[in-house]
Nanobody
Framework: QVQLLESGGGSVRPGGSLRLSCLAS????????MGWYRQAPGKERELVAT???????YYADSVKGRFTIFRDNAKNTVYLHMNSLKPEDTAVYYC????????WGQGTQVTVSS
């Protein structure tokens, strides 16, 4: 069964932090590059960060230095630790493989507002 279950979103003030989690089924997670994506209202979904099975990472310029992606291969889980959040980080956050496959989970809402 294909599963992507994102959690950990919420509402924070600018400068705050959140940690997102994504539990993926083994057939998606194992052996694949995993990524976090986000979609803000009225905008296209965009790639935020990726991590390989050997923990090499990539970050979009907009989040570099503020977000950290990591994965626990034993738990089929990928995380996104977000610091120094800005209002422009407000979006629904999704995890998927990178490049993405056609199945998407529900996502988790992150709202940054004063």
């Amino acid at each position: 069964q294909v599963q992507l279950l994102e959690s950990g979103g919420g509402s924070v003030r600018p400068g705050g932090s959140l940690r997102l989690s994504c539990l993926a089924s083994g057939n998606i997670f194992s052996g694949n590059v995993m990524g976090w994506y986000r979609q803000a209202p009225g905008k296209e979904r965009e790639l935020v960060a990726t991590i390989t099975t050997h923990f090499s990472t990539y970050y979009a310029d907009s989040v570099k230095g503020r977000f950290t992606i990591f994965r626990d291969n034993a738990k089929n889980t990928v995380y996104l630790h977000m610091n120094s959040l800005k209002p422009e980080d407000t979006a629904v956050y999704y995890c998927n493989t990178a490049p993405s496959n056609s199945f998407w989970g529900q996502g988790t809402q992150v709202t940054v507002s004063s």
